[in-house]
């Protein structure tokens, strides 16, 4: 009964993601760490797996996504959002833009906790 009908098993566990680059050096994905990795070479090893990806071009990275309309209260240097009791503290009055980014224009402005967008003023 012991050893003569021995058998083994890999287990071989594939998923998919996304790999991109927001300046064509330095590598996010949705599968690990990246950090360590180039962009030129078309995979990575890193300790529980491999990550490989295609030898596109890496497109422009947009990040940011529409979520809702809110009306805001502008009591400098704070924005504060009733309906999600939240404020946010603006650094700077200037506005952002990012060049991977195409919807960022005047209207888009820094925070500490990321940026927003002011569709519109109605007083």
């Given at each position: 009964w012991c050893c003569t009908h021995c058998s083994s098993i890999d287990n071989l566990i594939i998923e998919e993601g996304q790999v991109a680059s927001w300046d064509g050096n330095s590598l996010i994905s949705t599968l690990g760490d990246l950090g360590g990795c180039w962009v030129t070479s078309?995979?990575?090893v890193l300790q529980d797996g491999v990550v490989i990806w295609d030898e596109i071009p890496f497109q422009r990275v947009y990040t940011f996504g529409f979520e809702n309309f809110y009306k805001i209260k502008l009591i400098d240097p704070r924005m504060i959002i009733d309906d999600l009791q939240v404020a946010f503290y603006i650094?700077?009055?200037?506005?952002?833009?990012?060049?991977?980014?195409?919807?960022f224009d005047e209207h888009t402005f820094r925070t500490e906790q990321g940026i927003y967008r002011i569709q519109s003023r109605i007083s």
């Open positions: 078309d995979h990575c650094q700077n009055a200037t506005s952002f833009s990012h060049k991977n980014c195409p919807g």
